[in-house]
């Protein structure tokens, strides 16, 4: 029997106990044995590789001291994509392509094939094709070994033998070469069920430049159910105040493994889209880089009303909110706009607004955000005309040379995270507390009102039945 190979449907897996049908043996460093019927076991003394034909090319055959059969298992074959086919009176083993790679012949009530005719040429058969593709993929400066049997198929390269394609044939320089981070595939499915249930947090910064009130960082907060997402605008990091936050609320926080962002791929590609939004914002009407904050909690608020998710076919704030809004209120960021001066003793022959930057939406009230040229603050206030046509320039701005043209926001043009130090804090000049409030806020805001008072004021509709006329007053706006 030691030429003859029977089918096995209660074998874990190929063995043999004879040496001479090994074409590769590999040594096994732990003690592993066999167990058979009898409750008897064999040492395995290798692992390598047997050719039944010159088709069939079994892999991790375990090579069992004393014994006595040379079995193939069923389930092994499957496992390597095999399929096995049994009829009356023959048995057939098929690979991935439905091609015939060996027969076996019945024998009593099992089957078997003889390998006394091919004893001899087994190893070459296994050798000679694995020595060619080694050979040529080193040659060819390690090709792929896909691209290689797919060109020499194709008879495309004079001199190419053919070759014929194996599996799980790994090159060690290769691994070191070209080995590239594993794929993160996106999850189609929504993982949550209601909003809240969690939500994917990142820090972007510090930025390369201080925003208006002085922040470096910008904190990103996105809902896994609805995508609705948040920003708060920070001086410092301050992770163990978070910690302690979510100890004291009871939240699980949860990490990604350091240096892979995919593995927070939700929050991560929110970051990207929000500083590409705010930078192209910015570079339309050459607004200050020092609006950088005004900019990315824009485009969180303008976010928020027009992305869909995709697979629930809903705004993010219809499924956050249960409702739907109309976007008439929006205007362009950064235009020239006129907020309108408060009652007050006004001359009669003295303008009745001031001129502005328009920075955004204000996110405790139906407001607009302003940036007052001639006072240098951001008020909040719905009494505001807009010009959309005409962009509005900064030339008495403070920059101290940090505004240069072309500057990035952040230090990754693509919103990347620092990781830095808990305690670590940002060029700031003093300490602040945790960010709690949207938007670029540092500290009150002021309003219309608080501003050199003058005669006023001005009626008009909501702001959502205001049309899109490029100058007109919206004392509001939907939120």
């Known amino acids: 029997m030691e030429d003859v190979w029977i089918m096995d449907f209660g074998c874990s897996r190929h063995m043999t106990g004879h040496r001479k049908w090994f074409s590769s043996l590999n040594p096994v460093s732990t003690k592993d044995y066999i167990t058979f019927g009898d409750n008897g076991q064999g040492k395995v003394l290798g692992v390598g590789s047997v050719s039944l034909s010159a088709k069939l090319l079994l892999r991790d055959v375990a090579f069992v001291r004393n014994l006595g059969f ?43 094939v003889d390998l006394t005719s091919v004893s001899v040429l087994a190893p ?14 080193r040659r060819l400066g390690h090709l792929s070994f896909d691209l290689l049997v ?13 070759l014929r394609a194996e599996k799980d044939l790994v090159c060690h320089p290769c691994r070191h070469g070209k080995m590239v981070a594993a794929s993160h595939i996106p999850v189609p499915q929504v993982m949550t069920s209601y909003p809240g249930e969690l939500l994917h947090m990142d820090i972007v910064g510090p930025a390369r430049i201080a925003s208006v009130s002085g922040k470096w960082y910008v904190l990103v907060v996105v809902d896994d159910f609805s995508r609705f997402s948040w920003v708060f605008f920070m001086e410092l990091r301050m992770r163990r105040l978070f910690e302690n936050l979510c100890r004291d609320l009871g939240l699980e926080h949860q990490f990604s493994s350091p240096y892979t962002p995919p593995q927070n791929g939700v929050v991560e590609r929110k970051n990207r889209t929000l500083v590409e939004m705010a930078r192209t914002m910015l570079d339309e009407h050459r607004t200050s880089r020092r609006f950088w904050a005004e900019a990315v909690n824009a485009a969180c608020y303008i976010a928020n009303r027009i992305f869909l998710r995709a697979f629930l076919g809903k705004t993010l704030y219809e499924l956050r909110f249960g409702r739907q809004l109309s976007v008439k209120h929006l205007r362009a960021f950064g235009c020239r706009c006129f907020v309108l001066k408060k009652a007050g003793h006004l001359d009669k022959f003295e303008s009745r607004c001031l001129d502005g930057i328009f920075l955004g939406y204000a996110s405790s009230s139906r407001a607009f955000r302003v940036w007052i040229l001639e006072a240098k603050q951001v008020v909040e206030t719905c009494e505001v005309s807009f010009d959309e046509t005409m962009p509005c320039t900064t030339p008495d701005f403070e920059l101290s040379g940090h505004d240069e043209e072309g500057t990035p926001i952040f230090k990754d043009e693509e919103g990347a995270v620092d990781d830095g130090d808990a305690g670590a804090t940002a060029p700031a000049a003093a300490p602040a507390p945790f960010a709690t409030s949207s938007g670029d806020d540092g500290g009150p805001l002021p309003t219309a009102s608080s501003l050199p008072r003058r005669q006023a004021h001005a009626e008009a509709g909501p702001a959502e039945d205001a049309g899109e006329v490029t100058s007109e007053i919206v004392p509001s706006r939907q939120v």
Do not use: T, Y
């Open 150 to 162: 797919r060109l020499s198929s194709m008879g495309l390269i004079r001199g190419l033998p053919k």
């Open 124 to 137: 070459c058969l296994v050798a000679s094709p694995s020595a060619d593709i080694w050979k040529w993929h």
């Open 70 to 112: 040379n079995l193939v298992s069923v389930s092994q074959l499957l496992d390597e994509r095999f399929e096995v086919c049994f009829k009356k009176g023959a048995c057939c083993v098929l690979d991935a392509e439905e091609s015939l790679v060996c027969s076996l012949l019945p024998f009593g009530h099992v089957f078997r």
